[in-house]
């Protein structure tokens, strides 16, 4: 079974401040996603990464896959209350060779950022 | 039509009784897929469609749910005799096809069983 763990679950910090959301597993995966999900709202796409060891940048945030591509972290820098949300990481697993993949969702990380 | 749109927005049933939650895609999205969400979790996947066949519905709990597409455009997740424990909220998502690495989500249906 492929699991995706995210830490830390809940995360309450001032305006300004940088964090870091990690999303962890035993399993390798094809790819990774990021998602921020508003209440009411379902998920939305930030980023995918591919190749171990890649980073993306979108902004404020900066995004890591790890090299062995069981890992990835989010970074956000001089956090501001806009960016409050849910944040998913999802990783994609592929169904044996068939070219499709299941997504397996991790467990959150809920963010406030306060003014 | 321009996002994944589901309805309804919010069901309340009573314990026992059957429901249907329906998910209208993205024009010219093949692949369709089916999540639940319970409080302070994450998406758990349920099944997915590529076209108008179940490619893959290893998720569905029991055979309480189910779920068709039809004419590969919109589906409707069926689910029947209720409980309390299905409360929770339904995504639906959607792809060009179920090769892309990008999926598009509705904003959930959000079921409660009292």
């Known amino acids: 079974t492929q699991l995706l763990e995210q830490s830390p679950q809940f995360l309450s910090i001032q305006e300004g401040e940088n964090l870091t959301v990690y999303c962890n597993s035993s399993?390798?995966?094809?790819?990774l996603q990021w998602y921020r999900q508003e209440p009411g709202e379902g998920p939305v796409l930030l980023v995918t990464?591919?190749?171990?060891?890649e980073v993306k940048k979108l902004k404020r945030l900066t995004f890591q896959f790890g090299d062995a591509r069981k890992d990835s972290s989010l970074h956000i820098t001089a956090a501001q209350p806009g960016d409050t949300g849910l944040y998913l990481c999802?990783?994609?697993?592929?169904?044996?060779?068939?070219?499709?993949?299941?997504?397996?969702f991790g467990t959150g990380t809920r963010l406030k950022v306060l003014a | 039509g321009a996002g994944v749109s589901q309805t309804p927005s919010n069901k309340v049933t009573e314990k026992g009784k059957y429901v249907e939650l329906r998910c209208d895609p993205i024009?010219?999205?093949?692949?369709l897929y089916w999540y639940r969400q319970s409080l302070g979790q994450g998406p758990e996947f349920l099944i997915y469609?590529?076209?108008?066949?179940?490619?893959?519905d290893s998720g569905l709990p029991n055979d309480r749910f189910f779920a068709v597409r039809p004419e590969g455009s919109v589906s409707t997740l069926k689910i029947q005799r209720t409980e309390r424990g299905d409360s929770a909220v339904y995504l639906c998502?959607?792809?060009?096809?179920?090769?892309?690495?990008?999926?598009?989500f509705g904003q959930g249906t959000r079921l409660t069983v009292v």
């Open positions: 999802a990783g994609a697993w592929e169904r044996g060779t068939s070219g499709t993949y299941k997504y397996i």
């Open positions: 998502a959607s792809s060009l096809t179920d090769r892309s690495t990008e999926a598009f």
């Open positions: 399993s390798v995966f094809s790819s």
């Open positions: 469609f590529q076209g108008t066949g179940a490619a893959d």
């Open positions: 024009s010219g999205h093949t692949a």
């Open positions: 990464v591919v190749t171990g060891g």
